[in-house]
């Protein structure tokens, strides 16, 4: 099993404190760099890397070290994160010793704490050489195998260079976890794209996707389905192992359009959303977990504005109180600058998913902020956002909001008359206006038909590309 270490110092790593760090490995290692020089990897003296080293991060967001790693650790404070291969003996003693020197040197801790130590591992394996990828477990033609285990699996600045390495070479990325290990949201939604996946190692069963319950077996390379005798695949027992629970989530996924001028700030939609939805602004935003930077929807503007006109992808946290996070894809079009949000919050028990907000949410984000298109939900799982590898109730929908140019470009009659219960909202000018359409509480699965035959209608408003912006959500 591969070894994660994290050293949580609060001052930064400086040159000497890392060098410090990295003698670890002794004076016959190298090391390399990666992602822009954001990931060090320490190789054998074959070239071959042992343990990847992640740039110090400062995180001035409270809550990030509690969400990831269950432990309190007083903002701000500087996050290094370690990755031992499992595919070599004594990495994991290597990536511990790196840490635990940086902790020594700087007055701070680290995760987990018994994995620190500050000796010299000599590892001198002979093996392959390094073909440019950061530190996997496995590695084959089609697929590349990480091994993990810690309590949430996020999305942090090594597995999207890992992400960004497989897609460069055509491979697929399958993590592997023992049953206790939880997805971060943002890492949910990387592996639920095609042909990444979240392989679960149980005890009793073997291997299952941890998103959809097949049973997987290792055939030709990788991590695939195992298929009975009339081609279908069977779902893990371990995978229906649910209890019953009152938490729940709200989710809010919109589309924004604006102008695609200089004076144009990314962010202000979401920081609406936000407050309309829990009572302040996000607490802090990134590029990846943990969220580390405080929340400025200018910075934030800066940096796609720098990175235009290729896509950025954002993360947005909220205050520990009330669990909330979101990924923002920023995309330069013909039409502007989009922004497409998805905002999840979690709930508990006796907490109530505030729904009346909802009408007012649309109503704001059409007169104010280019609403495309916006669907609410409501769905059965987890109040911290994570997801464990067990059936998950599918999301209830809630209401959904058309734009006014969808409307315009479906027709206002068509699209004000579609075949459920309940008659859309005019929302806006009544020259331009957008349509909310109310489905419900999020109690009632029903909502999901409603929503299906909602879709269909509109889709024969229009031909082409207009039909499709309308069925997206």
Not at 2 to 31: E, F, H, R, S
Not at 74 to 92: I, L, M, N, Q, Y
Not at 122 to 150: E, F, M
Request: hydrophobic share 45%.
């Amino acid at each position: 099993m591969t070894k994660d270490v994290i050293a949580l110092t609060p001052t930064m790593p400086d040159t000497w404190a890392l060098l410090a760090g990295l003698y670890a490995a002794g004076p016959q290692a190298g090391v390399t760099a990666g992602s822009g020089g954001a990931v060090l990897r320490l190789c054998a003296p074959d070239g071959r890397p042992l343990v990847s080293v992640e740039a110090p991060l400062l995180v001035q967001v409270p809550g990030e070290a509690e969400r990831l790693l269950g432990q309190d650790v007083p903002v701000p404070f500087w996050w290094t994160e370690a990755r031992a291969s499992g595919a070599v003996p004594g990495a994991d003693r290597l990536a511990g010793s790196v840490c635990g020197r940086l902790a020594l040197l700087l007055g701070g801790r680290t995760w987990p704490e018994p994995a620190a130590g500050t000796e010299v591992v000599d590892v001198r394996a002979a093996l392959a050489p390094d073909d440019g990828q950061p530190v996997v477990d496995v590695l084959t033609d089609s697929t590349s195998v990480v091994l993990a285990d810690r309590p949430v699996l996020a999305l942090t600045t090594w597995l999207s260079e890992v992400l960004r390495g497989t897609s460069e070479t055509g491979r697929a990325l399958q993590i592997v976890t023992p049953p206790h290990v939880r997805l971060s949201a943002p890492a949910r939604a990387t592996l639920l794209q095609v042909p990444n996946r979240w392989v679960v190692q149980d005890p009793a069963q073997g291997y299952y996707d941890g998103l959809s319950g097949a049973v997987l077996r290792w055939r030709d390379g990788t991590f695939a389905p195992a298929l009975g005798a009339d081609g279908t695949a069977s779902v893990a027992e371990a995978f229906g192992r649910t209890s019953p629970s009152s938490d729940r989530q709200l989710v809010v996924a919109f589309r924004t359009t604006l102008p695609a001028h200089e004076d144009a700030v990314l962010g202000e939609a979401l920081e609406t959303a936000w407050r309309a939805l829990t009572g302040s602004a996000p607490a802090g935003w990134g590029t990846a977990e943990p969220v580390n930077l405080p929340w400025s929807p200018r910075r934030l503007t800066d940096l796609a504005r720098a990175r235009a006109p290729e896509p950025t992808h954002l993360l947005v946290t909220g205050h520990p109180g009330r669990p909330a996070l979101a990924w923002i894809r920023v995309t330069r079009t013909t039409a502007g600058v989009e922004q497409d949000v998805t905002l999840t919050l979690g709930y508990g028990e006796g907490e109530e998913p505030p729904l009346e907000a909802i009408t007012p949410l649309a109503e704001s984000l059409v007169a104010e902020h280019g609403l495309t298109t916006m669907l609410t939900s409501v769905r059965r799982a987890s109040r911290d956002l994570t997801t464990a590898p067990v059936l998950q109730a599918p999301s209830v929908p809630v209401a959904f909001t058309l734009g006014a140019r969808d409307v315009r470009g479906i027709g206002l009659t068509h699209a004000r008359r579609p075949p459920v219960g309940v008659r859309p909202v005019v929302l806006g000018p009544a020259s331009e206006p957008a349509l909310h359409y109310p489905l419900g509480d999020g109690s009632d699965a029903g909502a999901l038909v409603e929503l299906h035959r909602l879709a269909a209608h509109l889709r024969a408003g229009v031909p082409g590309a207009e039909a499709e912006a309308a069925a997206e959500a």
